[in-house]
């Protein structure tokens, strides 16, 4: 009795001995990971191409048309979009004249003050171009225009480079909300303006700031001149190899669907329409869009340098044809039904993604976006793929959240606040008919993994501790 007794009690010190390591060891660990420096990360949002418009340019092979466009690129990270030039060199052209370049870095903002660099992100280029005397970051933004069909691209502009600058706040676009912090606004965008023998630049673009550039100016432009009549998705895409360092690349492209149509008349301008406008999106997922009938306007280009067609000869008029009663299907007019429900409140399982459900008339196509809160940080969340549904079927949207809105919902759950996902639905048709429902709220929690629950990691020290503790316990308990 006296040995079991004294087992029970080594047992019961041990035990406390245990906590009390595990517990220092487990402050130690979060007070270091608390005061760790972390990255301020930017991040680019591609705003939608605008302002659409043809021009006619003259070339030495003849006439050819160039659409035109606005672009712009925002900053809506937690850190500025700042470049530095480093080790300038020449390159000699073949009429004998000097170009200036340099090896551009970017430099990233970390929490405690200091910079971090992430060399060789692209070239600065002393440009000279449309009367520009300063230096632009090369490559920075893509122009594509693709087909609706395949999604096979048909034009391109050269790899567009600019001199970057905090220009517009990211309030003055009405379609892109945004109550975020404002940075500093110190960088205006002379990029050096008349130096080519600078040994440095620094350039870039702000939190909460826009860098915007109008149509059919440096570069703004695609030659489509010898494009067919068709659909096509015109995409701007930043950031299009990866090589910038940001906190969410999944918002880097957007686009306008558009048709092109050729007039019957020889050197005639084409005429460009707005279809649809995809926000965030490379291409609009409404469902199939190859099972859509060709437009009328599907005609090659005329060739250029044609001449004008010759005048049709009169033809005395027909006699008149009798008339013949025909049943004519109406075009679908009226915008499909949607009723979007769901759990109010949801658990952030796996890491990323939570669930709606909708229901709709008739087949349609349910996208979803979204407003994710959590005290004073928010993040807008585009489209992330939807769900194509069929008449009267009710089923699940996956709603998949950004890197940057888990962040900020995890941050938020830490400090026990909570986080609230605003929904909206956008519904549409296979003739394009869309209805928006808005005003669900979400409540997320958090929610374990199908793993189940993790457990705190241990520090080294706790590890061999608890190892100790489970080999002492055995021998005594023997």
Same mark, same amino acid.
């Given at each position: 009795?006296?040995?079991?007794?004294?087992?029970?009690?080594?047992?019961a010190?041990?035990? @406390?001995?245990?906590?009390?390591?595990?517990?220092?060891?487990?402050?130690?660990?979060?007070?270091?990971?608390?005061?760790a $420096?972390?990255?301020?990360?930017?991040?680019?949002?591609? #705003?939608?191409?605008?302002?659409?418009? &043809?021009?006619?340019?003259?070339?030495?092979?003849?006439?050819?048309?160039?659409?035109?466009?606005?672009?712009? /690129? %925002? =900053?809506?990270?937690?850190?500025?979009?700042?470049?530095?030039?480093?080790?300038?060199?020449?390159?000699?052209?073949?009429?004998?004249?000097?170009?200036?370049?340099?090896?551009?870095?970017? #430099?990233?903002?970390?929490?405690?003050?200091?910079?971090?660099?992430?060399r060789?992100?692209?070239?600065?280029?002393?440009?000279?171009? !449309?009367?520009?005397v300063?230096?632009?970051?090369?490559? !920075?933004?893509?122009?594509?225009?693709?087909? @609706?069909?395949?999604?096979?691209q048909?034009?391109t502009?050269?790899?567009?480079?600019?001199?970057?600058?905090?220009?517009?706040?990211?309030?003055?676009?009405?379609? /892109?909300?945004?109550?975020?912090? !404002?940075?500093?606004?110190?960088?205006?965008?002379?990029?050096?303006? =008349?130096?080519?023998?600078?040994?440095t630049?620094?350039?870039?673009?702000?939190?909460?700031?826009?860098?915007?550039?109008?149509?059919?100016v440096?570069?703004?432009?695609?030659?489509?001149?010898? /494009?067919?009549?068709?659909?096509?998705?015109?995409?701007?895409?930043?950031?299009?190899?990866?090589?910038?360092?940001?906190?969410?690349?999944?918002?880097?492209?957007?686009?306008?669907?558009?048709?092109?149509?050729?007039?019957?008349?020889s050197? %005639?301008?084409p005429? &460009?329409?707005?279809?649809?406008?995809?926000?965030?999106?490379?291409?609009?997922?409404?469902?199939?869009?190859?099972?859509? $009938?060709?437009?009328?306007?599907?005609?090659?280009?005329?060739?250029?340098?044609?001449?004008?067609?010759?005048?049709?000869?009169?033809?005395?008029?027909?006699?008149?044809?009798?008339?013949?009663?025909?049943? @004519?299907?109406?075009?679908?007019?009226?915008?499909?039904?949607? %009723?979007?429900?769901?759990?109010?409140?949801?658990?952030?399982?796996?890491?990323?993604?939570?669930?709606?459900?909708?229901?709709?008339?008739?087949?349609?196509? /349910?996208?979803?976006?979204?407003?994710?809160?959590?005290?004073?940080?928010?993040?807008?969340?585009?489209?992330?793929?939807?769900?194509?549904?069929?008449? =009267?079927e009710r089923?699940?949207?996956?709603?998949?959240?950004?890197?940057?809105?888990?962040?900020?919902?995890?941050?938020? !759950?830490?400090?026990?606040?909570? @986080?609230?996902l605003?929904?909206?639905?956008?519904?549409?048709?296979?003739?394009? =008919?869309?209805?928006?429902?808005?005003?669900?709220?979400?409540?997320?929690?958090?929610?374990?993994?199908?793993?189940?629950?993790?457990?705190?990691?241990?520090?080294?020290?706790?590890?061999?501790?608890?190892?100790l503790?489970?080999?002492?316990?055995?021998?005594?308990?023997?």
């Amino acid at each position: 009795m006296a040995l079991s007794a004294l087992v029970k009690t080594l047992r019961a010190r041990f035990a @406390v001995l245990l906590a009390l390591v595990l517990g220092a060891a487990l402050l130690a660990g979060a007070a270091a990971r608390a005061d760790a $420096p972390t990255e301020r990360l930017p991040d680019l949002v591609q #705003l939608m191409p605008d302002q659409l418009q &043809v021009e006619a340019s003259d070339q030495p092979d003849g006439r050819h048309w160039m659409l035109g466009f606005w672009s712009a /690129v %925002a =900053n809506e990270g937690e850190g500025p979009l700042r470049f530095q030039g480093r080790d300038p060199y020449q390159k000699t052209l073949p009429d004998g004249s000097k170009d200036y370049f340099m090896h551009a870095d970017q #430099l990233v903002t970390i929490s405690d003050g200091s910079l971090e660099r992430n060399r060789d992100v692209g070239t600065l280029h002393y440009y000279t171009g !449309f009367g520009h005397v300063h230096w632009h970051l090369e490559p !920075f933004d893509r122009y594509e225009l693709r087909r @609706v069909q395949d999604y096979k691209q048909v034009a391109t502009d050269r790899k567009q480079g600019f001199c970057l600058g905090s220009r517009r706040r990211i309030s003055d676009f009405s379609y /892109v909300p945004y109550d975020g912090p !404002f940075g500093n606004q110190d960088w205006n965008g002379s990029c050096m303006a =008349n130096q080519p023998d600078a040994d440095t630049v620094t350039e870039g673009i702000q939190v909460g700031w826009a860098d915007d550039y109008p149509p059919l100016v440096e570069g703004q432009q695609i030659d489509i001149t010898h /494009v067919p009549a068709g659909r096509y998705y015109l995409v701007h895409r930043a950031n299009a190899d990866g090589v910038i360092r940001e906190s969410d690349l999944s918002n880097n492209a957007s686009s306008v669907q558009i048709s092109i149509y050729w007039p019957p008349q020889s050197g %005639a301008a084409p005429q &460009v329409t707005v279809r649809r406008s995809c926000f965030g999106q490379e291409k609009c997922p409404v469902g199939d869009e190859s099972t859509l $009938p060709p437009p009328p306007e599907d005609s090659p280009p005329p060739p250029p340098g044609s001449p004008p067609s010759p005048p049709a000869s009169p033809v005395p008029p027909a006699p008149p044809a009798p008339i013949v009663e025909q049943s @004519v299907t109406p075009r679908d007019t009226r915008s499909p039904r949607v %009723a979007a429900g769901g759990r109010r409140r949801q658990r952030l399982a796996d890491g990323d993604t939570v669930f709606i459900s909708a229901r709709c008339d008739e087949l349609c196509s /349910v996208l979803e976006k979204g407003l994710l809160r959590a005290r004073r940080s928010s993040v807008r969340i585009g489209a992330a793929g939807g769900a194509t549904l069929a008449a =009267n079927e009710r089923g699940r949207v996956p709603f998949k959240l950004s890197p940057r809105a888990v962040r900020i919902a995890r941050s938020a !759950f830490a400090h026990r606040r909570s @986080v609230w996902l605003e929904v909206e639905v956008l519904a549409v048709d296979k003739t394009g =008919n869309e209805t928006r429902r808005s005003g669900r709220t979400i409540r997320i929690v958090p929610g374990a993994s199908k793993a189940g629950r993790t457990a705190p990691r241990l520090s080294t020290a706790a590890a061999r501790a608890l190892g100790l503790y489970c080999h002492l316990g055995g021998r005594l308990g023997r």
